[in-house]
């Protein structure tokens, strides 16, 4: 569902969606998920830090439902070395290509936040 | 029906009555004839691999049945404890149990020992004496200690001076000695040669007790004896060393005799390479080490004690169908750590799922972050991605790598701030645990 209503490009509905199914549903990913997806077998490892989903809130900031022109600029200016005062994201932006940056913003865009 | 004690009626119904059904069914169908949904996986060990793995299991196919089996009711993390032996944090703040898991994700977990797996029959025995069959099966069983390997270092040893290198008892006993060290003894730590679990570990351990000594009890010593002539973040640690607490802590190098041959834990001493006698207040041993049996026990591990696997999917070389991940794997250059535990076993689900699904493996990466806490306020990493290529594991070239040496105050205080962040983060997505509950 999260794709289709993607492809329609209709983002801040994807979001209410989303947001209604958290209410019902245990989690938002339910179903079997699209095996192929790269962007979501690359994020799995943000999870260790930024919680399940990147939803998890404390000083590490989440990721969920941020904007995806945010999470994008953000990934790009770490793996360039111009984000002031990053730690660790530098080293770990640098380990994954332009193309994976771009899936991973949009796919954690498409997150409900917390 | 004999009950089980903290297994319910209908898990004990299923682990007993069905399970001969379901190794029957197992045996009578091919997988292709199964579909997703009636595929069983059984996951052993709930620590930072398989609790994880279980849980993104049912992520990905919630009709898979997937059964935890760990012992511990509740889990204390290794990642930490050097915290708690610092004072920084109770013993408690390190436990996680398995209620999201059940509640919300719908894993079975089951609170007995994995015995022995019979590969034929695609059995597992527990300590109860009951079996699981399952389609496959995933082991993440951490490391065991190769007890007598170092002269004099067997299990009644560490009794006397612990390892401290499995969360629980021994964490405990080492802080009691800790307390009861008088001012101006000497706390040794002996250091193994790789591979073993937590590269950083033994040296955040002594910036920890280094901090508590300098606290409470000024006048004592910190000697760290290794069995290696360098170690992870070495530089940033040595550093964070002088900085913090001078010269308190004295590292001996393999090269100028830091190899220790032999403990006598009764006297509290140790002998190295060259025949040097160092005597402790406090004894800490970190031995060799390898898979947890369980592994030995499945035919997964070959003569070097570890377990090889295949880079893309973390399915054994030996027994197809048992995935393995997490410290028992050869993974080089993937360090020992709960967070490569946890994202093994995120790509490992999927690659499962997929399986079971008649699909190909995705293509994996896999990162890394270790923090280290030297002083409070004080905190350094080290960083990596991890993908395959040309069929082998390597860290993606030019990315990860360590704290900038030389950083000002505050980029230390950040890392130090971000440690517990990470600490809550991972625990939010290995058990479920959510921050200050």
């Known amino acids: ?114 | 029906m004999k009950a089980i004690p903290g297994i319910s009626r209908r898990e004990a119904l299923r682990l007993l009555g069905v399970v001969g059904a379901g190794s029957l069914l197992g045996a009578a169908l091919p997988l292709k004839a199964r579909s997703l949904g009636s595929a069983r996986v059984v996951v052993v060990g709930g620590g930072f691999g398989g609790a994880t793995a279980a849980k993104y299991l049912k992520r990905f196919a919630p009709s898979l049945d997937v059964t935890l089996v760990e012992p511990q009711r509740r889990f204390y993390t290794c990642p930490f404890t050097n915290l708690y032996l610092g004072g920084l944090r109770d013993f408690e703040s390190l436990g996680h149990d398995y209620r999201q898991l059940t509640d919300h994700y719908g894993v079975t977990v089951v609170h007995e020992r994995a015995e022995a797996v019979d590969t034929e029959r695609k059995e597992i025995r527990l300590s109860g004496g009951a079996a699981l069959s399952w389609d496959r099966l995933v082991l993440s069983p951490g490391i065991d200690f190769r007890w007598g390997e170092l002269e004099g270092y067997d299990e009644a040893a560490a009794v006397k001076a612990p390892h401290a290198w499995k969360a629980g008892p021994q964490t405990m006993l080492l802080r009691r000695q800790l307390e009861a060290m008088p001012d101006g003894g000497t706390f040794i730590l002996v250091a193994p040669d790789n591979p073993f679990r937590c590269p950083p570990g033994p040296y955040e351990r002594v910036s920890m007790i280094a901090h508590y000594l300098r606290t409470e009890k000024p006048r004592s010593k910190i000697l760290l004896l290794d069995a290696k002539d360098s170690f992870s973040k070495q530089g940033l640690f040595m550093e964070g060393w002088k900085e913090n607490y001078g010269d308190l802590i004295e590292w001996v190098p393999r090269s100028s005799d830091g190899r220790v041959l032999r403990v006598d834990a009764g006297r509290l001493e140790v002998e190295t390479e060259f025949g040097e006698i160092h005597r402790a207040d406090v004894l800490n041993v970190v031995p060799p080490q390898k898979a947890g049996f369980i592994a030995e026990r499945a035919g997964v591990a070959d003569e070097t004690g570890w377990v090889p696997v295949n880079p893309k999917t973390f399915e054994s070389t030996r027994v197809p169908g048992i995935y393995v991940i997490g410290d028992a794997t050869q993974a080089a250059p993937m360090p020992k750590s709960g967070f490569v535990a946890n994202t093994q076993a995120k790509i490992t689900a999927r690659a499962i799922a997929a399986d079971l699904a008649g699909k190909a493996p995705p293509d994996p990466k896999w990162a890394n972050t270790c923090y280290s806490l030297i002083a409070p306020g004080w905190g350094i990493t080290v960083a990596g991605v991890y993908d395959v290529h040309d069929g082998n594991l390597r860290e993606v070239p030019d990315s990860g790598g360590v704290s900038p040496l030389g950083a000002d105050r505050s980029f230390r205080a950040r890392e130090a701030t971000y440690a517990e962040a990470w600490y809550a983060g991972i625990a939010h997505d290995t058990w479920g645990t959510r921050p200050g509950a």
């Not at chain 1, 530098?90 to 899936?103: I, N, S, V, W």
């Open chain 1, 1 to 114: 569902m999260k794709q289709i209503l993607l492809t329609a490009g209709v983002l801040a509905v994807a979001a209410l969606f989303a947001g209604v199914l958290v209410q019902s549903a245990p989690e938002p990913e339910s179903g079997e998920v699209v095996l192929a997806d790269r962007a979501a077998v690359i994020a799995q490892s943000c999870a260790a830090c930024h919680g399940t989903e990147g939803r998890l809130v404390t000083a590490i900031p989440p990721i969920a439902g941020r904007p995806e022109a945010v999470l994008h600029a953000q990934l790009v200016a770490f793996k360039k070395d111009q984000m002031p005062g990053a730690t660790v994201m530098p080293r770990l932006a640098k380990g994954f290509t332009d193309e994976e940056l771009a899936a991973l913003a949009r796919y954690f865009s498409e997150l409900p936040p917390e």
